[in-house]
């Protein structure tokens, strides 16, 4: 679709947001949100006709692109069918798209849960990790995010967590492995797990075993980073959780449906948990879905017993025929295959030559369509090009980087001192390189403030 410039439309559609709309994680009077026309593809324009490659994918779920004809077209026919259906009841786009995720899900979590996105997913792990196991605790990273419901947002490990700690939610962190800005003083990807996998055991330890319901961890933390955890360390979970009776829970949200190459990101590393939870690309978000997949055990303690919890929206028709469409999208389009080939062929390389070329790039980490760089200010004492959780002045580097790549035709995912690539999971080769291209310029701009 060629973009067709209709400013005073714009303008009209600004107003209104700016008069009305209260917008999340942000000062409301220091804001100035785009006014976007349209999107299709891997791309969306402005009512100036500016066109934007999204280097995004939204928040990290729009897999398949926008607009994707078949996907519109499955939720064009479930309305006219069946707009809303009541939860208590079986219906064929939510059996089918349990079907299609239980088929994906590793191991033999084979029971879905709906639940409307990922905090609410989140939420619902918890609980039943909780209810499972008669324990209270729950442990979680730093450097991890899970949503920004009450539970879900104190069981994150950033700073947004910080506004909502009630610091009554039973929650502990820990520090999960990270090589780059190791806590552990490790020099090697073995030593970093030997050495996080026994801290996690000495928290555990402290913490009292029979205290601990659970263990949930991203298993690519996303927008901490995307710290892809070295050899060992999560299988290395897997048997702290077996030995104390613990659930392991992993956060698959982001990295979920084809991000990462793989249908989940736990396929990356032959690890199974007891719950996983899902959303964002299970139908490229294009109507709200999210769940937990259970494990046979786990859905065996509500058999007899009454699960407490439940969503008026859970498995949605509009949202189930979405999935339903989107999964089969992905299977007959090799959306997976697009991204783990284009992760290694393209983005890998073009990536660690951005490296090697700009002093701002301290590292680079990812794998398929989920990709970080960790900009620093000096490469030799990996000094974060800004400050930890800097606003204002402070970040005026990261936003001057923004500001460049959005001029150069990309818009960038920019969070802290790092930069994310995660564009479509479908995003062609030729489209990879134009935005590479922009992230070239747009990091020149970010040389400046390097020492």
Known sequence: MTPQPNPDAGAAVKAADRAHVFHSWSAQDLIDPLAVAGAEGSYFWDYDGKRYLDFTSGLVYTNIGYQHPKVVAAIQEQAARMTTFAPAFAIEARSEAARLIAERTPGNLDKIFFTNGGADAVEHAVRMARL?????????AYRSYHGGTQQAVNITGDPRRWASDSGTQGVVHFWAPFLYRSRFYAENEEQETARALEHLETTIAFEGPGNVAAIILETIPGTAGIMVPPPGYLAGVREICDRHGIVFILDEVMAGFGRTGEWFAADLFGVVPDLMTFAKGVNSGYVPLGGVAISPEIAATFGKRPY?????????????AAAVATINVMAEEGVVENARRLGETVLAPALADLAERHPSVGEVRGVGMFWALDLVKNRETR???????AAGEANAPMAAFAAAAKQHGVWPFVNMN????????????AELKEGLAALDAALSVADEHTV
């Open 308 to 320: 407490p919890g439940g969503l008026t929206y859970s498995g949605h028709p509009l949202a189930c």
């Open 383 to 389: 000094e974060p090009l800004v400050p930890y959780n």
């Open 132 to 140: 499972h196991t008669g324990r209270p605790k729950v442990l979680s």
């Open 418 to 429: 790092r930069t994310h690539v995660v564009p479509p999971c479908n995003v062609t080769e």
